[in-house]
């Protein structure tokens, strides 16, 4: 079991940047590849980025890539997003997950099941 709450979310105009944290609870935090994905009204919720549960490994979605950064401190149970150059398009409420199989993220629709879980989401609104 792995509960996962998000914070950073905010208010940030065009171009600046934001941290994303993700506290997760369970002794198993190690045992899971994080994601981070977001999600706008209306419109299903997308990938963005995923870490092994090493960190040795990461994989992004091509709207983010050379932007957004991923990382895990497994001492610390976190998972952090780091966003620079954000766009007004970045706009959504950012999900945290957790998953045993990192492979899962390489779909190009994540299914979740009985072994994922998600956090409760946190806002980011990028302002023109």
């Known amino acids: 079991q792995v509960q996962l709450l998000e914070s950073g979310g905010g208010l940030v105009q065009a171009g600046g940047s934001l941290r994303l944290s993700c506290a997760a609870s369970?002794?198993?935090?190690?045992?899971?590849?994080m994601g981070w994905f977001r999600q706008v009204p209306e419109k299903e919720r997308e990938f963005v980025a995923v870490i092994s549960w090493s960190g040795g490994t990461t994989y992004y979605a091509d709207s983010v890539k050379g932007r957004f950064t991923i990382s895990r401190d497994n001492a610390k149970n976190t998972v952090s997003l780091q966003m620079n150059s954000l766009k007004p398009e970045d706009t959504a409420v950012y999900y945290c997950?957790?998953?045993?199989?990192?492979?899962?993220?390489?779909?190009?629709?994540?299914?979740?099941?009985?072994?994922?879980?998600w956090g409760q989401g946190t806002q980011v609104t990028v302002s023109s």
């Open positions: 997950n957790a998953d045993p199989r990192f492979s899962r993220y390489m779909s190009s629709s994540f299914v979740s099941d009985g072994n994922t879980y």
């Open positions: 369970g002794r198993t935090f190690s045992r899971y590849a």
